[in-house]
């Protein structure tokens, strides 16, 4: 299995598209930077509405490495989906597409194990995906706008909120947001990797996979009450931006914030089960599938 | 001609009235102008209906007439615009308004003299001041001051160590605010469904400031304000 992994990632090395991904992040993250760095006033005016007219606070040292982090990854966790299933998809696929599948079954490898080890790889290019993005959303903002408080805007119900979270509370949450981003990223990797079983080239399953990756969300945001009460708790996209839960302080009567609290942690734990049982039960379907797909058509 | 001496009699002792509470602030006056200057370090809570920010450990600085900065030396803290208004100097300030004493009313245990402040500036931005004074200690005790572009906002103070030069130990600053709402879409928030019922408005915010270590009359740069 050990063997069979390392030449899975040796091959996920050697496909030029693995790269897009990094350089697709580290373009984003740098242009993002830049225009933070040129004209970060601007989106603070935008997101603090009529309570700049009431309050005064340090705008400057609001921005920095933590907010934009946080920023960064709130619009790049959108777009990620499609960098993972452009590798995961490629897993089967792309061994029908090469004429290689063949031959890989023709070795002493059970397809189970195939399928495991080819998962396996997907969710490790998944870490080292996020990793990337750690070092240039997280460490390199650190570097360009230093470290400080950490101010997070959020929209509950009807409500919006400012949320202060001291610096010295925010690089645990970040840790945690990041695991739980590998999680719910893997659960694309496990559905790109079911929907390669069923094609002879990657370009559908990539495809596939974006599709329903935005459908999903679409519906998951789209806030019909028939909806949220029948549909949206079935969807793993309604789980995806449960990292940010990391970041939901927890708050006293007086709405004081509690340092090193979370506002709900059950809700994310629970999502985060309901995404590991994504996990299984896709990876399940896609050994049950594999097994029975026929290879010499 | 009993009924001229009545009304005379009574048109005197309002006059008399008018002058006790004109003295009354000049001595509270005179009693906050002990101090040119100073510098204090504070904890500021700040409880605001849309804002979730923990206690800040504050530095407070003053110097007169009316410069007032409240700076976080280790981070970020949301600062109401109005809470300049927390140095009385500002609301006694000049003779640019009439005094008229409303009586007394008890603020806690304390028996205080209610004096309403009318600006004779009919452009001015404060409508109204009223304020309730210890006459024992010559020192404020509660402001209510209405504004006619900045809504209304309410001191109250609780003295201690530094009550010979008015300054507080403990101030609670009341004001409005209006309604935040961030543009719909930017966010994408993570729906945790936990109870998503609009909280109940209140449109007061409130900070409370506790003040420490003051450091009176040595002098406070003016960079410090810039």
Same mark, same amino acid.
């Given at each position: ?12 090395s050697k ?26 006033? !601007?989106?603070?005016?935008?997101m ?19 907010f ?5 990854l ?21 061994e029908?597409n ?23 790889a ?20 650190i ?9 997070v805007?959020?929209t ?6 400012i949320?202060?979270?001291t ?15 590998t ?31 935005i ?9 019909v ?5 029948? @549909? ?6 309604s ?16 709405g ?6 979370l ?15 994504h996990i ?5 379907? !896609?050994?049950l599938?594999f ?7 | 001609?009993?009924?001229l001496?009545?009304v ?29 200057n ?13 804002l ?7 530095? @407070?600085?003053?110097k ?6 409240i ?10 615009k109005?809470?300049?208004s ?28 209610v ?5 004779t ?10 304020l ?18 900045n809504?209304?906002?309410q001191?109250?103070?609780?003295y ?22 961030l543009p719909?879409g930017?966010t994408f928030?993570f ?17 409370? @400031? ?17």
């Amino acid at each position: 299995m050990w063997r069979l992994l390392q030449i899975e990632l040796f091959k996920i090395s050697k496909r030029p598209r693995t790269y897009i991904a990094f350089i697709a992040i580290a373009a984003i993250v740098s242009i993002f930077q830049f225009a933070f760095k040129a004209d970060g006033q !601007s989106y603070m005016d935008l997101m603090m509405q009529s309570a700049k007219e009431e309050f005064t606070f340090d705008r400057v040292q609001a921005i920095n490495g933590y907010f934009m982090c946080y920023i960064i990854l709130n619009t790049l966790l959108i777009q990620v989906p499609i960098l993972v299933a452009l590798i995961a998809a490629d897993s089967i696929s792309g061994e029908a597409n090469m004429g290689t599948l063949r031959l890989l079954l023709s070795k002493p490898v059970s397809r189970t194990q195939l399928i495991i080890v080819k998962f396996a790889a997907a969710t490790i290019f998944t870490v080292f995906l996020l990793l990337w993005m750690a070092v240039t959303a997280l460490l390199l903002s650190i570097v360009i706008f230093g470290t400080g408080d950490m101010l997070v805007f959020r929209t509950k119900g009807e409500d919006s909120q400012i949320m202060l979270i001291t610096q010295d509370d925010v690089m645990w949450r970040y840790y945690a947001a990041f695991a739980y981003a590998t999680v719910a990223l893997t659960v694309i990797a496990a559905l790109s990797l079911l929907l390669s079983i069923f094609a002879e080239n990657s370009i559908g399953p990539i495809i596939a996979t974006v599709c329903i990756v935005i459908v999903c969300t679409i519906i998951s945001n789209i806030n019909v009450p028939v909806i949220d009460r029948n @549909i949206k708790p079935f969807l793993f996209t309604s789980y995806l931006v449960g990292w940010k839960g990391f970041f939901y302080i927890g708050t006293r009567p007086d709405g004081s914030t509690i340092k090193g609290s979370l506002e709900n942690w059950p809700a994310i734990r629970k999502s985060l089960l309901i995404l590991l049982a994504h996990i299984g039960v896709i990876v399940g379907a !896609s050994v049950l599938v594999f097994r029975r797909k026929d290879i010499l058509s | 001609m009993k009924l001229l001496i009545a009304v005379i009699l009574g048109f005197c002792g309002a006059s008399l009235q008018a002058q006790d509470a004109d003295g009354l602030i000049k001595k509270v006056k005179a009693k906050i102008d002990l101090v040119n200057n100073y510098e204090a370090d504070g904890i500021m809570k700040t409880n605001v209906t849309f804002l979730k920010v923990p206690e800040a450990q504050v530095k @407070i600085y003053f110097k007169k007439p009316n410069l007032l900065r409240i700076k976080n030396e280790k981070g970020i803290s949301f600062v109401p615009k109005g809470a300049v208004s927390i140095n009385l100097n500002s609301i006694v300030s000049g003779s640019q308004y009439t005094a008229i004493d409303a009586g007394y009313d008890n603020i806690g245990s304390v028996k205080t003299r209610v004096i309403k402040l009318l600006p004779t500036d009919d452009n001015a931005d404060v409508v109204l001041s009223t304020l309730y004074i210890d006459e024992a200690s010559l020192v404020i005790l509660k402001a209510k001051t209405t504004t006619r572009e900045n809504g209304s906002y309410q001191l109250e103070m609780i003295y201690g160590k530094y009550i010979g030069y008015g300054l507080p130990d403990k101030l609670t600053f009341t004001f409005n605010t209006k309604d935040y709402k961030l543009p719909k879409g930017v966010t994408f928030d993570f729906d945790d469904g936990s109870n998503n019922q609009p909280a109940q408005k209140n449109k007061n915010g409130k900070a409370e @400031i506790s003040f420490s270590n003051y450091t009176i009359n040595k002098g406070v740069a003016d960079s410090i304000f810039k």
